[in-house]
């Protein structure tokens, strides 16, 4: 643990852009204890919030290539305001939309610490994700944009609903939270009904139930 920390030390010690996006390594990486290893990383994650606006460009920098994103996103959020951490993600999930990673949930990961209630400019940029080719990208994206009901979500959901017959998780996931949120899918009854999971059926009114529910 000496060593880790002293290493660090050096590094944030240092300064430069590619010391402190170094020192962010260590939130890769996951000892056997994990006692220690929270406290460790609770640490850097405080001497690192110190070091103020420098860490900004490493945070951006380890956002687009590492996945183990909790704690840079927790120093970022502390360092700038609400807009500026929201734009800094929306910018990174833009940049990374479309190209093929090596762990295609890190775009689901990303969106899933974007802070709700979602701004239109975060609704903009998430509706977008409702295409992703990723199961978890997709339902990461349904979540964060129900938070707030409006009607073009609402229609992009119905859609997406009658579109994924190849896949059933995504479906049964839009499905349920329109049974929960008491959504019509009017003007869409007829395709929505062909395209229901197994377990729900549609009211006269186009509300989604499950079979066996009363009401």
């Not at 183990?68 to 959020?77: A, G, K, S």
């Not at 500026?84 to 295609?104: A, I, K, N, P, S």
């Not at 992703?132 to 009607?151: G, H, P, R, T, Y």
Request: hydrophobic share 40%; net charge negative.
């Amino acid at each position: 643990p000496l060593g880790r920390y002293n290493a660090a030390g050096r590094l944030i010690q240092w300064g430069t852009e590619e010391a402190l996006y170094a020192a962010l390594q260590r939130f890769t990486i996951q000892l056997p204890s994990i006692t220690i290893d929270q406290q460790e990383k609770e640490e850097l994650s405080d001497r690192l919030t110190q070091c103020g606006r420098a860490m900004v460009q490493p945070i951006l920098k380890y956002l687009r290539q590492k996945t183990e994103i909790r704690w840079p996103c927790e120093i970022l959020r502390r360092l700038v305001s609400e807009e500026e951490y929201t734009d800094h993600l929306l910018q990174v999930l833009q940049e990374l939309q479309g190209r093929h990673l090596r762990d295609e949930e890190h775009k689901a990961r990303l969106i899933q610490v974007l802070i709700k209630p979602a701004s239109a400019k975060s609704q903009e940029v998430v509706l977008t994700f409702l295409e992703d080719d990723n199961d978890e990208v997709v339902l990461s994206a349904v979540e964060f944009l129900a938070s707030e009901e409006n009607d073009v979500l609402r229609q992009r959901l119905i859609h997406l609903l009658i579109q994924s017959d190849e896949r059933p998780r995504v479906k049964a996931w839009v499905a349920q939270l329109f049974l929960d949120r008491n959504w019509s899918v009017r003007p869409h009854i007829s395709e929505v009904e062909k395209a229901l999971p197994e377990g729900f059926y549609l009211t006269g009114k186009g509300l989604i139930r499950r079979k066996g529910m009363v009401g």
